[in-house]
């Protein structure tokens, strides 16, 4: 019973806020919303205590028969909860970050003319994403994979009046509609082969049908991993990620750091049974993942948009859990997804806070200083990017170490997906350097008044995430039973293999320590040639935007369609359609010209009519 | 015991329904147009007579009685209506009446 | 060729109808077609008459060439005499104008003249005639529903002449 409930009280307050809209008073309509998300969170916390309990390692409820398929006789799809280990962590970091992001955003968006509908998206978006992670079936988790989809494209485009954010939304739409269709195509291929979208029934079903490397599951794995890649923002589908910072920064949060773009991510691991069966098909996950973690941290070092930096910083994270799938090591992907959430919800937020308080500025150019004049944000922002960095004793580096240390004996990934991961977390730990010296280091180069930022919900919000991201490793619950397939390792660790890793992140630190010295000090005209560099020279600006994929995409794909769609301006096909229209028109103007109104044509049309009809019957 | 030949009878009949078709299609004045009408109307008793004296019936005659009655029904109603034409349009011309065009 | 002369004073009287009906259709002026409808009515009375119908050549005569010509001649009344093409006619060409009519209406006498006082062509007549009484029995016999029907008929002609001729006020429509 409570987990039928489970996804639906958002639902309630989602539809309750889209009716009432603005008759409902700020207050009223932030406590609905957020209890409602809160109750989703408690639901969450009860069922897994009861997991815990219960020891049968799923719950699972059956809410009503959606509709039946036919392959190989009848196949009912229902619309079922199925709520084990692997959901209940996506669950509980859902509902948990998502109550606390929700609370911030009551407090965020309070000034919006458009509340209502904010929150009301907000919720519907919590109300897929429940959806896709409870999912019994896999039709039923693609309606809550197309549900975040549309309210990503809402949330993005929420301030529809700018052209930018309409793009950016639009942008968002169509790049995962691509891999969505990759998605769809590789379930009905799913289906097709083994007669079930039942995920349990699934993973059982590809163990017993298909040996490791057959054909088939090549490439439906691949399928799945487009739909996955498009989601979670991977090479080659990211290009959406960073322009979706247009919409609001709890979205950001919400949305494009801590739970839809991870929903990649759960689909992987939630079918790895199909998966370990292609294993190509792994290492091209952790191929993708070791080229986005690298290609998104490079461009995360020449933005100067901080919510750019902390987009680009969510691929490569994102990046490495997809390398940890790659390399068969589920349980630590899942542990840095969760790990991740809390630490980009609260970098994002700060940051949201950050901009906030300066008056919707957002390039880190001119900010500096903040140490001194927002001491509170600063030490959050601090805490979020020590996580992100993974210096030892933070949750992140639990996460982010347990991934590396299983990529070098992997089968499916190796010592090259190693190098590529500790080089990855040098980068990372280099432009977070940056980040932080250019925002909270330096003088102040911003010199408006300061919007008072510390609304309670704030505070209760942004404390909870920093202690989460400090001690979030705590909660680790290890998958690995779970994931009952785990990879056998082939080759041991050399001993040196930890030493490198842990201390990476601090020659990172110590190399921007001197590096980016006039960011730390507040050198004013080294800051604003860099900041210039950004905008006039070949190479920053290559990698200002995002090392040329866009560009790329524009030349091979949107031009040409843009010169095909002109060329077919007149539509040819259309044409022969609209012949049949024009001979009714035709028709149409040779029988209206005989209505004339004129009696006497009438008569004479009668006549004629009855001459004829005389003349046929004589003859 | 001679009489007038039917294919005669009809031949006028005819001649007299055609000459006042005629006058209905090409007349624009709705007065000549109605005037053409009893012409028809009158044509087609011609023939009933001629049938009903052929036959030596009386139901030739009956039905010239009824056609009359309706040529004068139809000449009150259509000349009302012309009245009405003149009042509002200044013209008996039909081809004023064409806002039923499709 | 029979020359029964029956049939010849019939063949003249169609002629004088179809004239009369011709000149009907191509008069300009109004009275003028009119005075043709009349002749074209009597001579198709004659006819009648010479079909052996003479009671329907007397209602042709009383109902077509009496009641319903003199409602036109009404209706042109009311008309004013506005009609442009009564306008564009000749102004009172006098003679010719009546002459027509009157020739064809004279030969119509004639011939009705001679057909009375004509002995065998009245005992011609008298052997083919359908009279009256026939009809009579006919009309209020299997008839009777279609004289009531068109009772009904010149009830709602009655009514309609009533309702459409009837002045009206402003913004009345047609």
């Known amino acids: 019973m409570i987990l039928a409930l489970l996804p639906f009280y958002p639902l309630i307050s989602a539809m309750a806020l889209l009716t009432l809209g603005k008759r409902l008073p700020w207050f009223l309509a932030s406590v609905l919303s957020v209890t409602s998300v809160l109750a989703s969170a408690i639901s969450t916390a009860i069922l897994m205590s009861q997991l815990a309990i219960q020891e049968q390692g799923a719950i699972q409820v059956t809410l009503w028969s959606w509709f039946s398929l036919y392959g190989n006789g009848e196949v009912p799809v229902n619309v079922a909860f199925n709520f084990d280990a692997l959901s209940a962590v996506m669950c509980a970091v859902v509902s948990g970050v998502g109550f606390l992001i929700h609370l911030y955003a009551a407090a965020y968006m309070k000034t919006d003319d458009n509340f209502h509908r904010f929150m009301a998206f907000m919720n519907l978006f919590i109300v897929a994403m429940l959806i896709l992670v409870l999912a019994d079936n896999l039709v039923l988790l693609y309606l809550g994979w197309e549900g975040v989809g549309l309210c990503s494209f809402l949330l993005i485009g929420f301030w529809y009046q700018s052209k930018e954010n309409v793009a950016a939304a639009r942008k968002a739409f169509i790049v995962t509609r691509i891999g969505d269709t990759s998605m769809a195509i590789g379930l009905f291929w799913l289906f097709n082969s083994l007669g079930s979208l039942n995920i349990e029934s699934v993973n059982q079903l590809a163990i017993q049908t298909w040996q490791t490397g057959d054909n088939t599951v090549f490439w439906i794995a691949l399928l799945l991993l487009g739909g996955a890649v498009g989601k979670s923002a991977q090479l080659p589908l990211h290009t959406w990620l960073p322009d979706a910072m247009a919409g609001p920064t709890p979205v950001s949060a919400l949305i494009h750091a801590a739970t839809m773009v991870t929903a990649g991510v759960y689909l992987i691991a939630r079918l790895h049974d199909v998966f370990i069966l292609a294993p190509e098909v792994m290492t091209i996950v952790a191929m993708i993942g070791a080229l986005t973690l690298l290609l998104a941290g490079i461009a995360a070092l020449f933005q100067y948009d901080i919510k750019r930096v902390l987009a680009y910083s969510t691929m490569s994270q994102i990046g490495y859990m997809m390398l940890a799938l790659g390399a068969g090591a589920w349980s630590a992907g899942i542990f840095h997804l969760m790990t991740h959430a809390f630490f980009k919800a609260l970098l994002f937020l700060t940051a949201g806070s950050i901009i906030w308080a300066l008056h919707h500025e957002q390039n880190i150019y001119r900010m500096g200083g903040m140490f001194k004049r927002l001491p509170v944000e600063s030490i959050l922002l601090t805490i979020g990017l020590v996580c992100l960095i993974a210096l030892p004793g933070t949750s992140g580096f639990f996460s982010k170490e347990a991934i590396i240390a299983e990529l070098w004996s992997s089968p499916t990934a190796g010592p090259v997906f190693w190098w590529a991961a500790i080089i990855g977390a040098f980068i990372t730990s280099i432009y977070s350097c940056r980040l932080f010296f250019l925002v909270c280091l330096g003088t102040a180069r911003n010199t408006v008044n300061l919007e008072p930022t510390m609304h309670i919900a704030f505070k209760v919000a942004l404390f909870t995430l920093a202690m989460l991201s400090l001690i979030g490793s705590w909660f680790y619950a290890d998958l690995t039973p779970w994931f009952s397939a785990e990879i056998t390792k082939t080759t041991n660790d050399p001993a040196w293999l930890h030493v490198i890793a842990i201390v990476t992140p601090f020659i990172g630190l110590l190399f921007s320590w001197f590096y980016f010295s006039g960011f730390r000090q507040g050198d004013k005209q080294q800051i604003s040639q860099s900041g210039k560099n950004l905008n006039e020279k070949t190479f920053y600006l290559f990698c200002h935007r995002g090392l040329g994929i866009d560009r790329l995409y524009q030349v091979l794909l949107v031009t040409p369609y843009i010169r095909l769609s002109q060329l077919n301006r007149k539509d040819i096909i259309d044409g022969a359609v609209m012949l049949l229209a024009w001979y009714t028109h035709l028709f149409k103007e040779v029988w209206q010209s005989s209505q004339n109104g004129h009696l006497r044509w009438y008569a004479s049309a009668f006549a004629l009519g009855f001459v004829l009809l005389t003349a046929g019957w004589l003859l | ?102 | ?174």
Not at chain 2, 27 to 33: E, P, T, W
Not at chain 2, 45 to 69: K, N, R, S, Y
Not at chain 3, 91 to 111: D, I, M, Y
């Open chain 3, 1 to 174: 060729m029979n020359a029964n002369p029956l049939v010849i004073l019939f063949y003249l009287a169609a002629l004088i109808a179809i004239v009369a009906s011709i000149k009907v259709v191509t008069r300009n002026n109004t009275v003028h077609a009119l005075l043709y409808l009349v002749i074209s009515l009597v001579a198709v009375a004659v006819c009648f008459y010479l079909m052996g119908a003479p009671f329907a050549a007397g209602l042709e005569v009383i109902v077509y060439a009496g009641a319903i010509l003199v409602l036109f001649v009404f209706a042109i009344m009311l008309f004013g005499l506005r009609q442009d093409e009564t306008r564009l006619a000749p102004k009172n060409t006098g003679f010719s104008v009546w002459l027509g009519p009157c020739v064809l209406a004279l030969c119509l006498l004639a011939e009705l003249v001679y057909v009375l006082q004509h002995d065998g062509i009245q005992a011609q007549l008298s052997a083919t005639v359908v009279d009256s009484k026939q009809v009579g029995i006919l009309l209020y016999g299997p008839y009777l529903l279609a004289v009531e029907i068109a009772s009904f008929l010149l009830l709602a002609g009655l009514i309609a002449g009533f309702h459409f001729a009837k002045p009206r006020e402003q913004g009345g429509d047609l």
């Open chain 2, 1 to 102: 015991m001679t009489t007038i030949p039917l294919m005669h009878v009809l031949i006028l009949a005819s001649t007299l329904f055609g000459i006042g078709f005629v006058g209905v299609i090409v007349r624009k004045n709705a007065l000549f147009m109605l005037m053409s009408l009893e012409v028809m109307l009158n044509a087609t008793g011609v023939a009933f007579i001629g049938a009903g004296a052929t036959w030596q019936q009386a139901d030739g005659q009956v039905m010239f009685i009824l056609i009359l009655t309706l040529a004068a029904a139809e000449v009150a109603v259509g000349l009302a209506l012309l009245i009405c034409l003149q009042n509002k349009h200044q013209t008996l011309d039909v081809d004023v009446l064409s806002r039923l065009k499709g």
